[in-house]
């Protein structure tokens, strides 16, 4: 089972930047988009931002031009960078990958989440 898992969360004060990491990991044969949800105290989870194949990016119209959102520097990784940070950028941040994956039987297609990271931008 494809598994996503997040690091790189936290404290910063606003106006700081931040970089979150995510690595999917399990038998996976091919990935279609990579990205960010994130979920705040009594808001619905939205979108941040996401990456595809063929360096498709896509980010949600709070984030843009502050997230830049890139594949990571080992296989299955993708790496959020977060400049300029606001306190009601503050929320739980969740990975997501989308994909097929190797199974005993053959492939199956996979939507997988994290179980999401803390990111606190406050003074």
């Known amino acids: 089972q494809v598994q996503p898992v997040e690091s790189g969360g936290g404290l910063v004060q606003p106006g700081g930047s931040l970089r979150l990491s995510c690595a999917a990991s399990?038998?996976?044969?091919?990935?279609?988009?990579m990205g960010w949800y994130r979920q705040a105290p009594g808001k619905e989870r939205e979108l941040v931002a996401a990456?595809?194949?063929?360096?498709?990016?896509n980010y949600g119209d709070s984030v843009k031009d502050r997230f830049t959102i890139a594949e990571g520097s080992a296989k299955n990784t993708v790496d959020l960078y977060m400049n300029s940070l606001k306190p009601e950028d503050t929320a739980v941040y969740f990975c997501y990958a989308d994909g097929t994956e190797l199974i005993e039987s053959g492939q199956r297609h996979f939507n997988s989440w994290g179980q999401g990271i803390q990111v606190t931008v406050s003074s």
């Open positions: 990456i595809g194949r063929g360096d498709f990016t």
């Open positions: 399990g038998n996976i044969l091919r990935l279609n988009v």
